[in-house]
Each structure stands twice: as C-alpha cells, then as structure tokens.
C-alpha cells in the first residue's frame, strides 16, 4: 500500500504577512516515508561513485574494478540510469559535464545539452494571440529538443575513455533486457505520473504493464535493450544515423513533432572552457553558459564574502536572510543575461566581478528585506525540473567527472519513440517562450533565452568541483530545476564554511529565493522564532518537501567519501579500496 497523505493548507497570518505551510498533497512522494538505503558514509581510498540510483552505482563501481577510469565509468552509468531512473536518466535528453583530468592536470567541461531543432520558430507555442498554449511546450512530440547524451557520452568516451564503447553499454543492456526490481520509490513515482505515462500508446505500453501493483515487480525494457544494443555496436552514429535515428524523425513526423533526421545527424556537443573562480582558499570549478547555475554560484559565493557567515551560523534567521537576499539579485540577473553563448553575448566577466559582488552586499542589510520587484536585472554594456539527475565519479589516478544530466520534467515530454524504448526530452520548455511568461519552474526569461533554431535552452545544471591546496576537495551537483543553484551554493557553504562532512552537507536544511515569485521556501519545517523574525523583516515563507538531491563525494587525507542524499532514498555512494 502506497503512502498517500492529505493535502493541509494552513495560512496564518501575522501582520500583513502570510507563512504559508503546504503538507504532502496526494500523490507527492515523501523521502520521509522512506527508508534511506544510504545508512552510513561510504569510505574508500581508491575510488569514490555516488549516482541517484543504487544499481546505476553499482555499475560505476563494477567498471572501475574492471581497472575502467572514471570516465568510462561515467559513460556506464549514464547509460545505466538511462534504464533504472527512467524520469530523469535519459538517451533521449542532454546534460552539462565538468571534469578534472589528472593525466595533464587540466580542467575541461562538454555541454551536450539539447538543441532547439531546425523548424523550431520563436514564437512556436503561442496563439495567434500571443498568448502561450498550455502543455505544448511541456508535453508531447513538439516539445522535445534534439537529444544529446548519447552524443557527449561518445565524445567524453573518445577523448578520456580507456575501456571498449560497447563494454561500458553492457550493464545497461542487461538491466534493460533482465530488468530489476521496481522499489518503492520508483513505484510511487510511477503511479504518480500515470495521467502523463497514459497519455501516449508507446509510452503506456511500456511503463503501464503493472499498474497499479508496481511493487516489487521486475521491470523489463525490451525495446530500450535492443536500441543500446545498437548503440553499443556502432557508437554514437547508433543513435544520430540509421535505424534509430529514423524511427525518431517517422514517429516525429507522425505525431507533430518537428525533430527530423538532419537535425540528429547534425547535432554536436561543444567542450567549453569551465568557469574558475576562488571562495576564500577554495578553487571552485563550474560550468560555463548555456548553465546558469556556474556563474550565479560564483556571482553568489563573491556575494557572500562580504558576511561573516561562520558568526551569523548556519540555517540561523539572519544566515537566511543574507542567503535570500543574495539569491535575489543573482535569480533577476539570470532572468535577462542568460542564454546560450554561441547565439547571445553573456557578460560573464561583469557578473563574476568582485567590484559587481561589492555593489550588491552593500545593499543587503542583515534584519530588512528588499522586495524582488524593487531589484532589477543590471544592464551591462558589454526553466528545469526536479527530476534531473547527478552523478559523481572519482577515480584511483585521481580523475574526477562531476555530470548532471536530464529530461527536464519528470519523465520528460512522456513521448517513448516507438518501438525504441526511448523517452524523449521536454527540454524545449527552458527557452522562454514568450517575454515575461515564466516557465513550469517560476523562472523568467528574456531574448538571450529566445528559442531559435540550433540553440541550446537556458538550464539551472550546475555540476561543480571544488579544489583546496590543489587537490580535490569535493564535487557537488543536484536536480532541482531552478533549486539546483541554490543546493549547490548550500552545499559548498556547508563544507567550506562549516566544516560538514558530505552527511550533514546532504542533511542539512535548504532554503530557496529565486527572485520571482516572492517568497522564500524552506525545507520540512521552521521554528516560531525564526519564522516570526522573517515574517516581520517583509518575507513570504513557504515550507516546501525537498526537490534537490546532492550526490557528494569528499577527498580528505587521501581518503573518498561518498554519501547518497536521504531526499531520494535510491540514491547511494560506494567506493573502491586497495
């Protein structure tokens, strides 16, 4: 019998103000349900894997003790996940990569991001009106963007990899063919996504065979297995060329999507050059643009060196109050300067800048609150779902890849491309589609996120590595669409200026401000004290359940820790000694 809770909306006003508590609506899936099957911090001094799906680890684990480096072992449980958390790994979506490689001690990130396709148009999911049509850019064959795993997996694999492509594909056929055991987790994520998971033939055939009775049953992927299969004999040209890149621009075609074979033949993921910047003596290594996540972490970190954080104490009402106001001017800035740099000039260096940082800190004033409508986006001259995944590989030579990929909304557009077992992407949704409308996530955008064709959306995807005395420190990334930022500011404050180990790093508390709408959400619960404090500054609170998910790995005296965050209760660290 599936958890279910009723929904309780309690609003009680204090003042002028509004606490809003919003409790687990029916069909919402609380990690406290759950038994975490993360139990305790996992130790190793080789290696270190931490995935949101403990077999998608397992799989990791498998391929380095195989003597794979952490790329290839990234290549394995990406297409892992792929099959065992179905609503966010993916063939059929795109994600950002950041990596360390220990061989030439450089820094390298590879945005395989999805690409708008050639017919797309920039007013595309308007009315003749103007006005935005509901679901079209979130459900369905139009609202998929040209996919890019299979893409920069195979570039990753060409330039880093060690062991045989198809090698690293196997685990994940056999899971796809074998099948496993549906959890509980995935069970209740299942039932509550059935209306989008029934709405399409292809889609219903192949996640609907069990309903309602999902536990415990072993769950197969025929059709999946055998597109693997392809992929594995014949490398990414398995998936842009061919059979399968046919049957994705027929059943396009057949169903109003716009996806065609020209645009998977010409898709490419592009290396960037990662953003470096410092924290005090912490080197902090991000992704660049088309993320926004990289930069507004800077931009907030440099923030936030103005206060001293370790006195006001963590999760206190003032630490609130200084990490909202920040997160404010930070989430208005990336709703105008933001977008895909191939297409749109993002001034990076002045959103990075110190003297940029200096300006915002002294308009922030610990105990008062500046309303988001009085904070405007600066003029310089010069939209995701919770249900993206991360994960973390560090190998024994001491590589690191820090990868965070997605579908965008949980189980993407709910298009499976028929007879393929491929669940397609709704990533077209994080362009903006009309000025001043925000997407499924509450996030604004403006031209630099326009939809133009062969353009890469706006995403939140901040994978991150953070370095001290020059060798790894931590790498750090989450889902969350526009929370993910935020997660990954919180958890590089929490190891960096408290000191946590990646346990209470994961455990701790997160808040959330985002500029647009006013309010500020906050995890589980709040005292009356802090609650009464922030209601009287001017803020708008809302206790929300968790939407992130860290996947932590920390280098401490020559040892790995790994810890799966308790938010998803498949998630799990393991790691390798000698």
Not at 148 to 170: D, N, P
Not at 178 to 193: H, N, V
Not at 426 to 449: H, R, T, W
């Amino acid at each position: 019998m599936h958890n279910k809770l009723k929904l309780l909306f309690i609003v009680i006003f204090i003042g002028s103000q509004a606490y809003a508590q919003t409790y687990t609506p029916i069909g919402t899936v609380n990690p406290n349900d759950y038994e975490p099957r993360q139990k305790q911090i996992s130790e190793a001094n080789q290696s270190m894997v931490s995935t949101q799906h403990f077999l998608a680890t397992q799989v990791g684990v498998g391929i380095l003790e195989k003597g794979g480096n952490a790329y290839d072992a990234s290549v394995a449980i990406g297409f892992a996940l792929a099959v065992v958390l179905p609503r966010a790994g993916n063939i059929g979506g795109g994600g950002f990569m950041v990596i360390y490689d220990s061989s030439d001690k450089n820094n390298y990130s590879i945005d395989y991001r999805e690409k708008a396709p050639l017919l797309s148009t920039t007013n595309m999911y308007l009315d003749e009106n103007g006005t935005v049509i509901d679901n079209k850019s979130t459900l369905g064959y139009l609202a998929s963007g040209v996919p890019g795993t299979v893409a920069g997996l195979w570039s990753v694999h060409q330039r880093f990899g060690s062991m045989r492509w198809g090698e690293l594909i196997e685990p994940a056929i056999n899971l796809a063919e074998d099948g496993f055991e549906i959890t509980p987790y995935m069970a209740d994520m299942l039932i509550k996504y059935n209306e989008k998971l029934s709405a399409f033939d292809e889609t219903n055939k192949v996640f609907q065979t069990y309903y309602p009775d999902f536990d415990k049953k072993i769950f197969k992927q025929p059709d999946l297995a055998n597109t693997l299969k392809i992929i594995a004999k014949e490398g990414r040209d398995g998936f842009y060329k061919g059979e399968i890149a046919k049957k994705i621009a027929h059943d396009m075609q057949n169903n109003g999507g716009i996806i065609s074979e020209k645009d998977l033949e010409q898709y490419q993921p592009v290396w960037r050059n990662p953003l470096i910047s410092s924290y005090k003596d912490i080197k902090i290594v991000t992704m660049p643009p088309p993320s926004s996540g990289g930069i507004h972490v800077i931009q907030m970190l440099n923030v936030l060196e103005n206060f001293d954080l370790r006195k006001l104490g963590h999760n206190s009402k003032e630490y609130i109050n200084v990490l909202s106001e920040v997160m404010k001017y930070a989430y208005a800035d990336r709703s105008k300067h933001l977008g895909d740099p191939d297409f749109y000039d993002v001034p990076i260096r002045k959103l990075s800048s110190l003297e940029y940082a200096h300006e915002i800190s002294q308009n922030i004033k610990i105990g008062s609150v500046t309303p988001s409508i009085k904070i405007n986006p600066r003029s310089f001259d010069d939209k995701e779902s919770i249900e993206t995944t991360h994960f973390s590989v560090v190998d024994e030579k001491g590589n690191v890849v820090s990868s965070t990929y997605t579908l965008n909304s949980s189980f993407g557009s709910g298009v499976v491309i028929k007879d393929t077992g491929i669940l397609m992407n709704n990533e077209m949704d994080d362009f903006s589609i009309s000025p001043g409308v925000p997407n499924q996530y509450g996030l604004l955008g403006a031209k630099a996120n326009e939809i133009t064709p062969q353009k890469r959306p706006l995403s939140s995807m901040t994978p991150t590595i953070a370095f001290k005395n020059n060798d790894l420190f931590f790498t750090t990334g989450s889902p969350g669409g526009a929370k993910i930022i935020t997660a990954v500011l919180q958890s590089i404050l929490n190891m960096v200026e408290f000191e946590m180990d990646v346990a209470e790093a994961n455990n701790a508390k997160r808040i959330h401000h985002q500029w647009q709408p006013d309010k500020i959400q906050i995890e589980f619960d709040l005292s009356d004290d802090k609650k009464n404090w922030l209601l009287n500054a001017g803020y708008n609170i809302e206790i929300i359940e968790p939407a992130t998910n860290l996947q932590l790995i920390m280098k401490k005296n020559n040892t790995y820790y790994g810890y799966g965050d308790f938010r998803r209760p498949d998630s799990f660290a393991l790691g390798v000694s000698k």
